[in-house]
């Protein structure tokens, strides 16, 4: 049985123009498969559903986006992996655009396919607090991910201030070997100063940092940045 992501594959592809023998060539299936779907996209509903690796998590899932209605898949997925969780993403994302659906309207994304190396998104993501001694400090993690793999790093610290973003993504780039065309921001303080519309004004300091590797920053719209997928900025 075909999963949903595919059949979504299947009909995205189809409208692109692609002959059924494509489609099936490139998502490794076989060419009836194709058809099957095109011909009756929700066949895969026959299926009584099975329980999912999620199941125990979903009250821990629904209080993550009570406190943060934009929190990404990644995020989420690092403080499940705290709880126990062992499965992989994919259905961490599926699971937040399911529950994101019933709880407001969905906005249309635009899918856009980079290629390899080409593109980075980073974005903050909260993870608690560290305890020393008397003192305690919020932790954070600056969530790099290659646009292409969806590879993922995470670089934690107890500051977002200017400073550690640029450590953070050094060390990304370190870890990845070598820096994007793009880096694409949502609406960080460190990165973006000013937006009306499509007119961007980034901080002076993270351009200063960016032109030394020869990257181009874009500012995705406000809250849409790593979501299922690979968002196109806008």
Not at 41 to 61: E, F, H, N, T
Not at 110 to 135: K, N, V
Request: proline share 5%; charged share 25%; aromatic share 10%.
């Amino acid at each position: 049985m075909i999963d949903k992501r595919t059949i979504f594959e299947i009909h995205r592809l189809k409208h692109l123009g692609w002959s059924d023998r494509k489609i099936a060539r490139h998502l490794n299936i076989d060419r009836g498969s194709v058809k099957k779907y095109v011909a009756n996209p929700v066949a895969v509903q026959k299926r009584p559903r099975r329980g999912s690796k999620l199941d125990p998590y979903q009250d821990q899932i629904n209080r993550l986006v009570d406190q943060d209605p934009t929190v990404s898949a990644p995020v989420v997925l690092q403080h499940l992996k705290a709880s126990g969780f062992d499965g992989k993403i994919t259905i961490v994302r599926d699971y937040l655009m399911e529950l994101r659906g019933k709880r407001k309207q969905r906005t249309a994304y635009c899918r856009f396919e980079s290629p390899p190396g080409e593109q980075m998104q980073i974005d903050w993501g909260h993870f608690g607090a560290l305890d020393y001694g008397d003192t305690r400090r919020n932790l954070y993690g600056l969530v790099v991910i290659e646009s292409f793999s969806r590879m993922l790093y995470v670089h934690f610290t107890h500051s977002q201030k200017q400073w550690a973003l640029h450590s953070g993504l050094l060390d990304a780039f370190a870890w990845f070997g070598g820096s994007p065309k793009q880096l694409v921001v949502d609406n960080m303080a460190t990165a973006v100063v000013e937006r009306l519309g499509s007119v961007v004004r980034f901080n002076d300091a993270f351009l200063d940092f960016l032109r030394h590797f020869c990257v181009e920053p874009v500012a995705c719209n406000p809250g849409s940045l790593l979501k299922r997928g690979r968002s196109s900025p806008g």
